[in-house]
């Protein structure tokens, strides 16, 4: 099998689950990262030119993501010598119609939720297959693939409608924020594919949501609620911060006593909470539910602390929508009540940073300073007039600064900060280690 884009978090998982099971796997990616070297060092050939006479022989399956541009030269060729081609979603699809699923869906949260839930299983000793979108602290890596799995645990991801390909036995759906308007083309068409994907839950299955996305979808099929306050059919009580861990009882169809989650942030205990309602629905034991939460990690850049000492904190985050933002700063604010919060944004694609600036300015303006780098364009092509300035001319209440990269660093080093966050999906995560370092350096 060959995997076009390897090094992308649900490319590389599958290339994960077929090498393991003794398929002889390879790929392509245009850009070497920690990913493709993990990928590398477990025995997978990893190419970073696509000129196709490097691929010694023809493959059996072309497996592609859609972030691979179509004039990519390997694509090219696979197309036009009628290799068998398909995409990433597809092949996944493929793999849960084979056995029990658990599709978690929504436009926050996922990543979290799907993680939390794996972990809960491979405590209680519940063997799954599990695809995530994020290298899970607990294992290291974005895919579990226990033999005799009962479970198969997949992120549904609205992109491209690629969660369309599943076919669930329970299902969660986070949240239903306006989000990859350059496929949909508006927000109604992105819902109608939201409910699409509730009609191929199965018949007897369940669905969870969080409280709310109702209001926005039309549910016809046995569902159940989720929220952090109640009234809901899963809620949370009494949510408080002792020793840094954020501690909560679940109440309603779950009653759980003594949750402190050593991942931070609020609205990780929300992701706690769906995670624990879906592990009760697949069947397992409330005190494993429990000492599963307490013992998950975190997941690599899903507020991810890199450095905490009495004066300087440094926290890297995935945030790339206003709400994630917003989620990220608040969780700050409630860690660090009394510091300085300076964060450090770089914006994902051009059309989510056309079409939701005003949004991206109101999170923003949150941080006590603000510090914007240039718009990574993934996939996408410029979009003419448009760049991190329509984001920063609307922000009036919070000191800001444009910058690029190669200016960032030094900058942190020679200013004085309290709190910094890092925050976007593309390649920023690169300075983490550099960020860290002259953090370190200045408080000594």
Not at 32 to 43: F, K, P, R
Not at 322 to 330: G, K, Q, V
Not at 398 to 421: F, G, H, I, R, W
Request: glycine share 8%; hydrophobic share 40%; net charge negative.
């Amino acid at each position: 099998m060959f995997f076009l884009g390897i090094g992308g978090i649900g490319m590389s998982a599958l290339a994960r689950h077929f090498h393991g099971r003794g398929v002889y796997v390879c790929g392509y990616d245009k850009t070497h990262s920690d990913l493709t070297q993990a990928l590398q060092n477990e025995g997978i050939d990893v190419f970073y030119d696509d000129d196709p006479s490097l691929i010694g022989y023809p493959p059996d399956l072309v497996v592609y993501t859609p972030a691979v541009p179509a004039n990519n030269k390997l694509f090219q060729y696979f197309l036009n010598t009628a290799t068998p081609i398909v995409k990433r979603a597809k092949v996944l699809g493929m793999l849960s119609q084979k056995m029990p699923t658990i599709a978690v869906a929504g436009t926050h949260g996922k990543t979290t939720i799907c993680a939390m839930l794996t972990h809960i299983m491979k405590y209680a000793g519940k063997p799954c297959l599990s695809f995530l979108g994020g290298i899970s602290l607990n294992y290291n890596s974005n895919y579990i693939g226990d033999a005799q799995a009962e479970w198969l645990i997949a992120e549904a991801d609205e992109f491209d409608r690629s969660f369309l390909h599943l076919k669930p036995q329970l299902a969660l759906i986070s949240a239903v924020d306006s989000d990859h308007m350059d496929i949909y083309g508006d927000r109604q068409k992105m819902l109608e594919s939201f409910e699409l994907f509730t009609h191929n839950i199965d018949p007897n299955g369940q669905l969870l949501y969080r409280k709310g996305v109702e209001q926005e979808l039309s549910i016809h099929r046995r569902a159940i609620d989720y929220h952090i306050n109640p009234p809901a059919g899963y809620f949370l009580k009494d949510i408080h911060i002792i020793d840094g861990l954020y501690r909560a009882t679940i109440d309603g169809e779950l009653q759980l006593t003594g949750i402190a989650l050593q991942h931070p942030g609020r609205h990780n205990m929300e992701n706690a909470l769906g995670a624990a309602a879906l592990a009760q629905l697949a069947g397992i034991h409330p005190n494993d539910i429990r000492d599963g939460l307490n013992s998950f990690t975190g997941v690599r850049r899903r507020f991810e602390i890199h450095l905490q000492t009495k004066n300087t904190v440094y926290v890297d985050d995935y945030a790339h929508h206003p709400e994630e933002i917003t989620a990220c700063i608040r969780s700050a604010r409630e860690m660090w009540p009394d510091k300085k919060i300076t964060g450090v944004f770089q914006p994902h694609l051009f059309s989510r940073t056309k079409d939701l600036s005003v949004q991206f300015a109101e999170s923003l303006e949150q941080l006590d300073e603000l510090i914007l780098l240039d718009i990574y364009p993934a996939r996408e092509k410029p979009i003419q007039g448009i760049d991190s300035k329509i984001i920063i001319n609307k922000i009036k209440k919070t000191a800001a600064q444009l910058m690029s990269k190669e200016e960032l660093v030094d900058y942190l080093a020679n200013q004085p900060t309290e709190v910094v966050l890092t925050m976007g999906a593309g390649d920023i995560d690169r300075l983490c280690p550099l960020i860290k370092q002259s953090l370190m350096q200045k408080e000594l």
